[in-house]
T-cell receptor, first 113, second 110 residues
Framework: DAGITQSPRYKITETGRQVTLMCHQT?????MFWYRQDLGHGLRLIYY???????DKGEVPDGYVVSRSKTENFPLTLESATRSQTSVYFC????????????FGSGTRLTVV | QKEVEQNSGPLSVPEGAIASLNCTYS??????FFWYRQYSGKSPELIMS????GDKEDGRFTAQLNKASQYVSLLIRDSQPSDSATYLC??????????FGAGTTVTVRA
C-alpha cells in the first residue's frame, strides 16, 4: 500500500537495550523526519533527512541515531534506552518541490521499563 | 520563549458553536503556517494551511493569519462532536522543518 508506515506500533524495552524504530514511505519524498510527542511538550523534532545519506539533528537528538541509506527508509535507533525516552514517536515525510506540509505515519508507542 | 505557542485549553464548546483557537510564533521570517488535527491515539492530520495575511476558508474551518502580529488562528464553525480532538499549530522554519505548538484540546458537548 502507498503511504508511510511505522513499525512496530507498540514496543516495550528495558533500560540500556538498543531498539530500532522503522519508517518506510512509498512516495519517494525527499524529506523525512522523526518527532517524539510527550504530554505538555507537543511534537519535538529529533532528526531529519533531506535525502539519502543526508541527515541532521533536530531539537532533541541526544541518545538517538539515524541513517538513511535508501530514500524510502529512515530508521531511528535508541542506542541505550532510558526511561526518559518513553514516548510516542512519529515519522513524517514531505516532498520538496511542492511543499504542502507533512504526512505522518501512525506512530510507535515506546515504553522503556 | 517557545517558537510556537498556543492557548493552553482545554476548550469546551457546545455543539453548533464556534471554537476559536489561537497561536503565536516567534520567528518573524516564517512564511508558512499549518493546522493539524489529532484524535486521541492517532497521528496528526493536516486540515488547513495558510501562507498570506487574511482569512482562508475551507468548509467549516477558517484560518486567519496576521504576520505583523505574528498570530495565526483557527475558527471551527458549527462545531460537531466529531471535531473533538487536539489541534496543533505548526510553523515552517528554515529548510522544510515544522515547529509545533503544544496543542489545544477541544471538546464539543452534544
Amino acid at each position: 500500500d502507498a503511504g508511510i508506515t511505522q513499525s512496530p506500533r507498540y514496543k516495550i524495552t528495558e533500560t540500556g537495550r538498543q531498539v530500532t524504530l522503522m519508517c518506510h514511505q512509498t512516495w519517494s519524498h525527499s524529506y523525512m523526519f522523526w518527532y517524539r510527542q510527550d504530554l505538555g511538550h507537543g511534537l519535538r523534532l529529533i532528526y531529519y533527512s533531506a535525502a539519502a545519506d543526508i541527515t541532521d539533528k533536530g531539537e532533541v537528538p541526544d541518545g538517538y541515531v539515524v541513517s538513511r541509506s535508501k530514500t524510502e527508509n529512515f530508521p531511528l535507533t535508541l542506542e541505550s534506552a532510558t526511561r526518559s525516552q518513553t514516548s510516542v514517536y512519529f515519522c513524517a515525510s514531505s516532498e520538496s518541490r511542492q511543499w504542502y506540509g507533512y504526512t505522518f505515519g501512525s506512530g510507535t508507542r515506546l515504553t522503556v521499563v | 520563549q517557545k517558537e510556537v505557542e498556543q492557548n493552553s485549553g482545554p476548550l469546551s464548546v457546545p455543539e453548533g458553536a464556534i471554537a476559536s483557537l489561537n497561536c503565536t510564533y516567534s520567528d518573524r521570517g516564517s512564511q508558512s503556517f499549518f493546522w493539524y488535527r489529532q484524535y486521541s491515539g492517532k497521528s496528526p492530520e493536516l486540515i488547513m494551511s495558510i501562507y498570506s495575511n487574511g482569512d482562508k476558508e475551507d468548509g467549516r474551518f477558517t484560518a486567519q493569519l496576521n504576520k505583523a502580529s505574528q498570530y495565526v488562528s483557527l475558527l471551527i464553525r458549527d462545531s460537531q462532536p466529531s471535531d473533538s480532538a487536539t489541534y496543533l499549530c505548526a510553523v515552517k522554519t528554515n529548510d522544510y522543518k515544522l515547529s509545533f505548538g503544544a496543542g489545544t484540546t477541544v471538546t464539543v458537548r452534544a
